[in-house]
């Protein structure tokens, strides 16, 4: 009876360390995931994006990468209390103005930041483009994010394009890659 | 005895009084101790950050509006979720957090306790004495208590 007692605490033991492990494992994949989407675009690769489905901002609606499948997407990272971001917001603003009907669609991502904030910057920079919320961030780590602000594009493929740029850009790289991403194929 | 349960019991109510306090009226400084900053992943209390900042003023605010401690740290996780919170919440899958800890406490104690109660007992078995001698001194061997029956034998013969 003993002996059958210790059999089945050591084998409760392997099994809550194998799920350790294994819940470490899932952890460091989904980082490697992310940190693997920049580099990849950097070889020349176009890998896709993280399927992730947001809340809007409002939170009346959920947003995914996958409804914009055929259009060639902008996918900006922002928080109200970022300061380059209030310098991004203008030019995003333009650039969804200008190529919205050539089929682009800017998707600000609002994360680590109070809804309320987000609303207010959205209200003070008269931002019509699509805005996601995502307070805990979850999506950060998925992209491989660093900081705020941070770009990425999705060509009407569906696959990224272009570069990741980390930090604030300036209007000549953001035209360059939204090129970039307008003039995939769609398959 | 009753002395230290009547300690024991006024301590435990003035812990229970103090816990409530501090759910009512909650201060800045407890808050950060027990919330995570989004952006760096350390208690609020060891950040700089803006939206730690951002934090501080919020709480600031809801602690002047008069919101207990829970309400502030609902509010707060309904904005950035549950890893907001330094210690995870004592429900669903987070119990497990709370529980395995003090499950392993406990199985530990237990097998230490189931060794310690087989170890007394099997001591006394292996380690029985040896019958002592006539004169209470340590036993002869065998084979020398042999040639002293032989020799005393042939003296008394």
Redesign the interface.
């Given at each position: 009876m003993a002996r059958r007692a210790k059999l089945i605490l050591q084998a409760a033991a392997v099994l809550v360390v194998a799920l350790l492990v294994a819940l470490l494992g899932w952890k460091v994949a989904e980082q490697e995931e992310g940190r693997g989407l920049s580099a990849a675009l950097e070889r020349g690769e176009r890998p896709h994006p993280p399927p992730l489905t947001f809340e809007t901002l409002d939170g009346d609606e959920t947003i995914s990468l996958a409804d914009y499948r055929g259009k060639a997407v902008v996918l900006n990272f922002w928080?109200s209390?970022?300061q380059p971001c209030k310098k991004e917001a203008p030019m995003l603003q333009e650039t969804w103005e200008r190529y919205r009907d050539e089929g682009l669609v800017v998707l600000g991502i609002d994360a680590?930041?109070?809804?309320q904030?987000a609303r207010r910057f959205v209200e003070r920079y008269e931002l019509t483009y699509p805005i996601a919320y995502d307070?805990?961030?979850?999506s950060l780590g998925r992209f491989g994010n660093t900081g705020f602000p941070e770009t990425w594009f999705v060509g009407r493929d569906g696959r990224l394009v272009g570069e990741h740029i980390i930090g604030e850009f300036d209007e000549e790289q953001l035209e360059e890659n939204v090129q970039a991403a307008l003039t995939t194929a769609t398959r | 005895m009753r002395r230290a349960l009547l300690v024991g019991a006024l301590l435990a109510l003035s812990l229970v009084a103090a816990a409530g306090a501090s759910e009512q009226k909650p201060t800045l400084a407890e808050l950060e101790r027990e919330l995570i900053c989004?952006?760096c992943q350390t208690t609020l209390e060891l950040s700089n950050a803006?939206?730690a900042e951002?934090m501080r003023s919020?709480i600031r605010a809801r602690i002047a509006a008069g919101d207990t401690k829970s309400e502030i740290k609902a509010s707060l996780v309904?904005?950035?979720?549950?890893?907001?919170l330094a210690a995870p919440p004592k429900k669903g899958f987070n119990l497990l957090a709370w529980v395995l800890p003090l499950a392993g406490a406990a199985l530990a104690l237990g097998l230490l306790a189931f060794a310690l109660v087989r170890w007394s007992r099997a001591r006394p078995e292996a380690a029985e004495p040896a019958p002592a001698s006539a004169n209470g001194g340590p036993p002869l061997d065998p084979e020398l208590e042999r040639r002293l029956d032989e020799e005393l034998a042939r003296y008394d013969g």
């Open positions: 928080a209390w970022c680590q930041d109070f809804r904030d307070g805990n961030g979850k | 989004p952006t803006p939206i951002r919020f309904e904005q950035f979720g549950e890893s907001v």
